[in-house]
């Protein structure tokens, strides 16, 4: 029973991680895409720790952000009698952050790829940001921001080190299919963890492959004609 628990814990944080992430990585992405600015670099660099610290390191950090002794964790007390720590809300949050690279750099990639022709031509015909964005950035970033989902969930099902020290491996509150896998180890219920071990392995495989097939999506032509009938309708 607790591994259909934790299971749908996991689907749970991985869709809200995936999901959630969407309007701050469309606009990261975006941003790092086109702007020349020369602290593009600094931006670049911040969102990539998440890739390169160890997971005992960040949980220690947001385990110190998200406390009741922090600004946050005690706005969070204060309205919900609860802390943020050992809390589906609090991995939630932690979920965010770890995945920000994961969501920022497929779309990052999607829209640096836009001719840039297409987007002075958006610019010439009079489109707003907003309109150059839906009628013609969107049909042709959409292969990178699905790659972003994609990797965002499949990333969030297998986090193990972040999502135990800040949620505490909580079983029915916090204990994802990753840490029950950890459970199952310990307690020496080898066949238990190799079922679930298997699982994740091919969701994730399955996730990277089908990653793959959309980033080497070419903008066919039928994209480009979507784009500039955008553009002909103003």
Not at 100 to 106: E, G, I, R, S, Y
Not at 179 to 191: C, G, R, T
Request: overall charge neutral; some cysteine; proline content about 5%.
């Amino acid at each position: 029973m607790s591994e259909f628990t934790s299971f749908g814990l996991s689907l749970k944080l991985a869709f809200l991680t995936a999901l959630g992430l969407l309007p701050l990585a469309l606009f990261l992405g975006r941003f790092l895409a086109f702007s020349q600015k020369n602290w593009r670099g600094f931006c670049e660099a911040g969102l990539m720790l998440p890739l390169v610290l160890p997971p005992t390191v960040m949980g220690y950090y947001l385990l110190l952000g998200l406390g009741q002794n922090s600004w946050l964790g005690g706005i969070y007390a204060a309205i919900s009698g609860k802390t943020l720590v050992f809390s589906f809300e609090g991995i939630l949050l932690a979920s965010w952050l770890f995945n920000l690279p994961f969501a920022v750099q497929p779309i990052q990639r999607a829209f640096a790829a836009i001719p840039h022709e297409i987007r002075e031509a958006a610019a010439c015909c009079g489109l707003s940001n907003w309109q150059a964005f839906w009628r013609v950035e969107w049909p042709l970033a959409w292969p990178g921001i699905l790659s972003s989902l994609l990797l965002c969930f499949a990333h969030t099902l297998g986090e193990f080190g972040v999502v135990l020290m800040v949620g505490g491996n909580i079983p029915g509150e916090t204990q994802t299919l990753s840490l029950l896998i950890y459970d199952k180890v310990q307690a020496l219920d080898f066949q238990g963890a190799r079922g679930l071990s298997l699982g994740l392995l091919v969701f994730s495989f399955l996730s990277l492959a089908a990653m793959s097939r959309l980033e080497k999506r070419k903008p066919v032509q039928r994209t480009l004609s979507w784009a500039a009938q955008g553009v002909e309708d103003v």
